[in-house]
């Protein structure tokens, strides 16, 4: 049942893009279709924060104090833990973004120093290995 009420809403979802794009092809001018997108992606919003909404009102519990400093203890570690390996992945993409360029460029010019032009490159890469190792030694503490 769950199917059915998923793919009738994005049929009813889809249905203006269809009728606009059938529009658009036989050369009918569409003058009220981007008015018409819009109301449909504003009535769609609200229907999935109502469908998220609405059943959470039946499970909702007073918390333990203790299981709330606990809580926000981990929680706050998974945030550490994701961020130093994302910082640090996004730090090496850089650095070997850069390393990598000038590296091709070396080694067009000449072709013996590919060793060396790729321990740069390595070294930008290592970057991102120690935030995982970070990573793991703070979800090991929790």
């Known amino acids: 049942m769950?199917?059915?009420?998923?793919?009738?809403?994005?049929?009813?979802?889809?249905?203006?893009?269809?009728?606009t794009y059938h529009n658009m092809k036989q050369g009918k001018k569409t003058p009220h279709a981007k008015r018409a997108i819009l109301f449909n992606l504003a009535a769609f919003a609200v229907v999935c924060l109502t469908a998220i909404v609405l059943p959470l009102?039946?499970?909702?519990?007073?918390?333990d104090a203790n299981n709330a400093a606990s809580g926000l203890a981990t929680g706050l570690g998974y945030l550490g833990a994701g961020?130093?390996?994302?910082?640090?992945?996004?730090g090496a993409g850089v650095g070997v973004g850069h390393g990598a360029a000038a590296a091709i460029g070396a080694v067009t010019e000449d072709p013996k120093v590919f060793g060396r032009a790729m321990i740069f490159v390595v070294l930008g890469e290592g970057i991102a290995i120690y935030g995982l190792i970070i990573s793991f030694m703070i979800v090991g503490r929790l």
């Open 83 to 90: 961020l130093s390996t994302g910082l640090a992945c996004i």
């Open 57 to 63: 009102g039946g499970y909702v519990h007073a918390a």
């Open 2 to 19: 769950f199917y059915v009420i998923a793919l009738a809403l994005v049929a009813v979802i889809m249905a203006p893009l269809f009728v």
